[in-house]
């Protein structure tokens, strides 16, 4: 999957939260779930499920979660000017004590894609996608 359709999943996930959906639909791939189980370990979303329209075409429901006062958990994505930038170990150590409690989506070939803690953890570097905070 390209970067420019993950920026455009993840954007129209955010469009949903900020007009206080209940449901936001997406087309289906390996990368979207992925993120969707980092943005679920973290509390962003309630959950997700899968299902087949009447094309056979899988697509993703998406759950997000909100607060009482009705905003939601993940206010800001902000994704990178240049696709390619990379970050080895030690700067991605360096950048994570930098952005406090925001999660950085990473790419990496040997896991696919991450959030930082997991790639400080198993000692990876790799592409940064997106900042979430």
Request: proline share 2%; net charge positive.
């Amino acid at each position: 999957m390209k970067i420019t359709q993950i920026q455009s999943v993840l954007k129209n996930f955010l469009q949903g939260t900020r007009s206080r959906k209940v449901r936001i639909i997406v087309n289906n791939s390996k990368e979207i779930s992925s993120i969707l189980d980092i943005l679920m370990n973290y509390g962003f979303i309630l959950g997700y499920s899968k299902e087949a329209n009447e094309n056979y075409r899988i697509r993703i429901n998406i759950f997000p979660r909100y607060k009482q006062n009705g905003s939601a958990f993940l206010n800001e994505i902000y994704f990178y000017k240049d696709y390619r930038v990379y970050c080895s170990y030690d700067k991605l150590l360096m950048l994570s004590k930098r952005i406090g409690p925001s999660i950085l989506l990473v790419y990496t070939s040997h896991a696919g894609i991450i959030s930082h803690d997991i790639a400080l953890s198993k000692g990876f570097g790799g592409v940064l996608l997106c900042k979430l905070d």
